[in-house]
């Protein structure tokens, strides 16, 4: 990593791996401002800076940082000192619903990692009808179409229908089983647009790997997905 005219706190930042950039964007600030890196009331380096150091496009960044505002752990100041601050109230941020085992957190994504891939190829190998076809298909628009409120509902719908697919009633079962823990986790973070928007379209790339029966890129694609949803969960809850 090139060193960071802006100090080591600057330097701690890494760069994004790929697939995921908004999200692992806002995992990795997220962490900078948890572990106290950058502190409340701190300014953030300056945007050109801080895309080259993540390693991602400023349109990314920006998309971002405006999600983190929305959120309430940034602050956008005006004027001669203006720029982009960690919000005083940032690490109060998470709600209190409890406490939280990161342990549990691990072992939920990890689970999911699993069994979720592994449906997306069976599904994808399978000989399906047209109704499960069209199931799917049914599932996806309804997760496509729909407002951040009711998203998560059908977000499950369409995860579920993919292992319906895949001919395993067992796999059914461990995959709304393990939706049900996700949920309770994806019910401490906030919904972002931008995420939803970039997870709609994998869903797509998912359920259009499945009905051409390329059980590789839909394994892929999961995987991928998956990911992105990890690296929020990490960010916000860890």
């Known amino acids: 990593m090139p060193d960071s005219p802006f100090g080591p706190s600057f330097s701690m930042l890494r760069p994004v791996r790929g697939g995921n950039a908004f999200e692992e964007t806002i995992e990795h600030i997220l962490q900078t401002i948890k572990l106290g890196i950058f ?28 999600e983190l ?17 960690v919000s005083t109230t940032a690490v109060q941020r998470q709600p209190d619903q409890g406490p939280l085992d990161p342990a549990e ?26 109704a499960a076809r069209r199931h799917l298909q049914v599932c996806l628009s309804e997760v496509s179409a729909s407002p951040a ?17 895949s001919g395993s009633a067992s796999l059914v ?17 906030p919904l972002l647009s931008t995420n939803l928007e970039h997870a709609n379209e994998q869903h ?3 359920a259009e790997a499945i009905l051409r029966g390329d059980a590789p890129a839909a394994e892929r694609a999961t995987i991928e997905h998956l990911e992105g949803t990890a690296s929020l969960l990490r960010g916000f809850l860890a």
């Open 105 to 130: 957190v691990e072992d939920v994504l990890l689970f999911r990692s699993i069994i979720e891939p592994a449906a997306a190829s069976l599904a994808a190998k399978a000989d399906l009808s047209a």
């Open 204 to 206: 797509a790339e998912i």
């Open 69 to 85: 505002q929305s959120a309430g752990y940034l602050e956008v100041q005006r004027g001669r000192y203006g720029g982009t601050y």
């Open 173 to 189: 079962g461990a995959v709304a089983e393990t939706r049900s823990r996700l949920n309770e986790l994806l019910d401490r973070i």
């Open 149 to 165: 409120v009711g998203y998560r509902p059908r977000d499950a719908r369409f995860h579920i229908a993919v292992a319906e697919l």
């Open 39 to 66: 502190a409340p009331a701190e300014k953030l380096p300056p945007e050109r800076e801080l895309a080259e150091q993540l390693g991602v496009s400023r349109a990314t960044l920006r998309d971002a940082l405006g």
